[in-house]
């Protein structure tokens, strides 16, 4: 039997899924950041480096300013 889905409730599924796989990303990274790091900034340019620092933190919830960011 095959189940159908509304628009909104495939968006929602589809959204769902999308947390799923980046939490379990971020997890299977975390252990190598310090290394990837490392190689990112030694082989990007300075501004490069930076923006794709903050991207990576705002897709990780880790705040980019304040306590446990950069000022």
Same mark, same amino acid.
């Given at each position: 039997?095959?189940?159908?889905?509304?628009?909104?409730?495939?968006?929602?599924?589809?959204?769902? *899924?999308?947390?799923?796989?980046?939490?379990?990303?971020?997890?299977?990274?975390?252990?190598?950041?310090?290394? *990837?790091?490392?190689?990112?900034?030694?082989?990007?340019?300075?501004?490069?480096?930076?923006?794709?620092?903050?991207?990576?933190?705002?897709? *990780?919830?880790?705040?980019?300013?304040?306590?446990?960011?950069?000022?």
């Amino acid at each position: 039997m095959k189940v159908i889905f509304s628009p909104a409730e495939r968006s929602q599924h589809r959204a769902t *899924l999308t947390q799923q796989a980046r939490r379990t990303a971020a997890a299977l990274l975390r252990p190598f950041l310090p290394l *990837l790091v490392r190689i990112a900034r030694a082989l990007l340019p300075a501004q490069t480096y930076t923006r794709l620092r903050e991207k990576a933190r705002h897709m *990780l919830g880790v705040p980019t300013t304040g306590p446990g960011g950069d000022t």
